[in-house]
C-alpha cells in the first residue's frame, strides 16, 4: 500500500531564516505530487504541483519554491522567511490515472 | 475555473441526530467531486469520492453522499451522529491544470461539533 510522509511536523523558525520541508511518497512509481497551504481563514491553497522530476508548477507567485529530486520526494523551500509563510503545509500525491489525491499528515509551520 | 461552496462554516448536531452538510459546485464539465475530513493538526482524509456511475455514493465511517447534477450539489450525510464525527469537513472538485494533472479546488470547510 501507499503512504505519504513529511517531516518535520512542527517548526518554528525566525523570519528571515530558510525553510526546508519534506515529502516522500512509498508504494507507487512517477505519482503527481503537491504542495497545500492551509492558513488560518484563508482555507486550501494550492501551492505547487509537479508531474515528474524536475517538472514543478507554481500556481501562486510567492516567498517559497519548490523541487523535485527524485521520482518520489517533493521539498519545499525559501531562502527567506515572511510572517505570512505561517500556516500548516499539506503534501499530497495522486497516481497519474485517477483523479484522488491523498494526503500527508502536515507541517505545522510558525514563522515569528 | 471551478468553484465549490459549503453552506455553513459551522453546524452543530445531537449525538445519534443526522449529520447534513452542504455542497454546491461549479463545473463546466463533469465532475469529479470529493469529501475529506480533517481532524485537528492532521492532515485530510478521504471520506468519499464521485467519479463516474452510481450517484449515490457510500464512504468511510457510515457517511454518504449523492450526486444531483440538476443542483450542482454533494451533500454529505450519516445517519446518526458519533462524538468521533466532530472534526472540519471539506468537499472539492476536480480541475484540470495546464500543465498535466490536476487540482482540487477546495470549498471553505465546515466545522462539525457533536453534541451530547
Known amino acids: 500500500s501507499q503512504t505519504i510522509h513529511q517531516w518535520p511536523a512542527t517548526l518554528v523558525q525566525p523570519v528571515g531564516s530558510p525553510l526546508s520541508l519534506e515529502c516522500t511518497v512509498e508504494g507507487t512509481s512517477n505519482p503527481n505530487l503537491y504542495w497545500y497551504r492551509q492558513a488560518a481563514g484563508r482555507g486550501l491553497q494550492l501551492l505547487f504541483y509537479s508531474v515528474g522530476i524536475g517538472q514543478i508548477s507554481s500556481e501562486v507567485p510567492q516567498n517559497l519554491s519548490a523541487s523535485r529530486p527524485q521520482d518520489r520526494q517533493f521539498i519545499l523551500s525559501s531562502k527567506k522567511l515572511l510572517l505570512s509563510d505561517s500556516g500548516f503545509y499539506l503534501c499530497a500525491w495522486r497516481s497519474g490515472g485517477a483523479p484522488t489525491q491523498y494526503f500527508g499528515p502536515g507541517t505545522r509551520l510558525t514563522v515569528l | 475555473a471551478q468553484s465549490v461552496t459549503q453552506l455553513g462554516s459551522h453546524v452543530s448536531v445531537s449525538e445519534g441526530a443526522l449529520v447534513l452538510l452542504r455542497c454546491n459546485y461549479s463545473s463546466s464539465v463533469p465532475p469529479y467531486l470529493f469529501w475529506y475530513v480533517q481532524y485537528p493538526n492532521q492532515g485530510l482524509q478521504l471520506l468519499l469520492k464521485?467519479?463516474?456511475?452510481?450517484?449515490l455514493v457510500k464512504g468511510i465511517n457510515g457517511f454518504e453522499a449523492e450526486f444531483k447534477k440538476s443542483e450542482t450539489s454533494f451533500h454529505l450525510t450519516k445517519p446518526s451522529a458519533h462524538m468521533s464525527d466532530a472534526a472540519e469537513y471539506f468537499c472539492a472538485v476536480s480541475d484540470i491544470l495546464t500543465g498535466g494533472g490536476n487540482k482540487l479546488t477546495f470549498g471553505t470547510g465546515t466545522q462539525l461539533k457533536v453534541e451530547l
Open positions: 464521485y467519479t463516474t456511475g452510481a450517484t
